[in-house]
């Protein structure tokens, strides 16, 4: 086997070659579409690429495998012997790529299939609009805070009775040009975010998984599509921890000697937009009955709201482990806001509207609605009720989980970490 790492620049890639125990230097290749297709062209069977993960990577990794050259994506976090070197050149971190690459030390990362990545970058971008429009927004309530304006009458001072008040408001000529400027830029992204949005539903109804999310209660299309996004084939975590810990939602775990573990803020690994994601959604599912929000309020008495927000983004986390690998749907799902959200996707790619005929959102009668919502209320009791005979029934709990106070500052019983003293 040879292995070749490959040093990504803009403009180019310095290339090293591992065989029979030698690593050189084999020149550079242009970081172009025809110079990448030449240069796969010249590797045969059975020989392997390294690189590291950057902004041409997923471009670079497909021309390769269209050629079936395998390829490994090192993860940068992990490259010591690139990072910290003495000597650092593109050529030398070339050779170390390759010297990994065949002494097998190299840490590789997921890399995900086109359509992942098209999606991938599709929610990427949607949420880097949505905060500069968001900036946009904190910058026009900056010009009425400084001019000491009344609060806008209306619920949001961007519509159109909301506009109207604006435009009304006496401004000295550079705030006026501030706040118009602002407005404007509203205006623009909001168009932008609306493409975003079309192309988006348009991948979500192909995906059966994000249709399947999208059935979990207080679930919308964005939070399912940048969880599919993130994770992609969810095959790859066997169990619902390793996805935990994947996104970042576990806590950090310290542990030395005979000292016992200590427990304490989550992690925060992986993909900080999922996180993100799913801290609105636990915040949002408080509002809809069913046993997340018994959940998310039995944490909250316990250890406050804030962590009862995070463990509820974990639970969803599991939650959604559990129904992709199982191929079902939410067991307490609420079938006609589940086709609500779907009909609003079938609207948004163009499809035709058929305003009168019965049963197309599955959402219009009231009566269905109510029935729908007495059985998530329901749900919940029997949740309540579970805890409660377990609580009075259980075995003794040990552990940080036991105390109210954090838990990084109540060690577990036991020397490993998650260790617990048995009943």
Request: hydrophobic fraction near 40%; proline fraction near 4%.
């Amino acid at each position: 086997m040879r292995g070749f790492g490959l040093d990504v620049h803009r403009d180019f890639c310095e290339v090293a070659i591992a065989e029979n125990g030698e690593v050189r230097s084999a020149g550079r290749v242009a970081t172009r579409l025809p110079a990448l297709e030449l240069f796969a062209g010249s590797l045969v069977e059975g020989d392997v690429v390294a690189l590291e993960a950057t902004s041409g990577t997923d471009r670079i990794v497909s021309v390769l495998q269209e050629h079936g050259i395998q390829v490994v994506v090192a993860n940068t976090r992990k490259l010591k012997s690139i990072t910290e070197a003495k000597a650092k050149t593109d050529r030398l971190d070339a050779r170390t790529l390759a010297k990994l690459l065949v002494s097998g030390l190299l840490d590789e990362v997921w890399t995900p299939d086109e359509r992942t990545r098209a999606l991938r970058r599709l929610t990427n971008r949607r949420e880097r609009i949505v905060r500069a429009r968001t900036r946009a927004k904190n910058e026009a309530h900056g010009v009425l805070a400084r001019n000491l304006c009344e609060r806008p009458p209306v619920t949001d001072a961007f519509g159109k009775g909301g506009r109207e008040w604006l435009a009304g408001l006496e401004l000295p000529v550079d705030e006026r040009l501030t706040l118009d400027g602002c407005l404007r830029q509203v205006d623009f992204l909001e168009v932008e975010v609306e493409v975003l949005d079309r192309e988006i539903a348009k991948h979500a109804l192909a995906w059966p998984e994000i249709l399947r999310l999208m059935s979990v209660p207080g679930v919308n299309v964005q939070t399912a599509a940048t969880f599919i996004a993130s994770v992609g084939d969810i095959r790859r975590f066997s169990s619902p921890g390793k996805l935990v810990s994947y996104l970042g939602l576990d806590p950090r775990v310290r542990q030395s000697g005979n000292s016992p573990a200590r427990h304490g803020r989550i992690s925060k690994a992986g993909a900080s937009e999922v996180r993100h994601m799913l801290g609105e959604v636990a915040w949002k599912v408080t509002m809809t009955p069913g046993p997340m929000r018994a959940f998310f309020e039995r944490i909250r008495a316990r250890r406050g709201p804030q962590i009862a927000a995070t463990a509820t983004a974990r639970k969803l986390v599991v939650l959604f482990w559990h129904l992709l690998t199982s191929e079902q749907d939410y067991a307490f799902a609420r079938p006609a806001m589940t086709r609500n959200k779907i009909r609003k996707l079938e609207l948004l790619t163009g499809a035709p509207s058929q305003k009168g005929r019965k049963g197309i959102a599955g959402g219009k009668s009231k009566a269905r609605y109510e029935a729908e919502r007495e059985l998530s209320r329901q749900a919940e009791t029997a949740y309540r009720r579970l805890m409660s005979d377990w609580k009075s029934s259980g075995p003794s709990k040990g552990g940080a989980g036991a105390t109210p106070g954090r838990a990084s500052n109540q060690p577990s019983k036991g020397k490993a970490a998650r260790q617990a003293t048995s009943p």
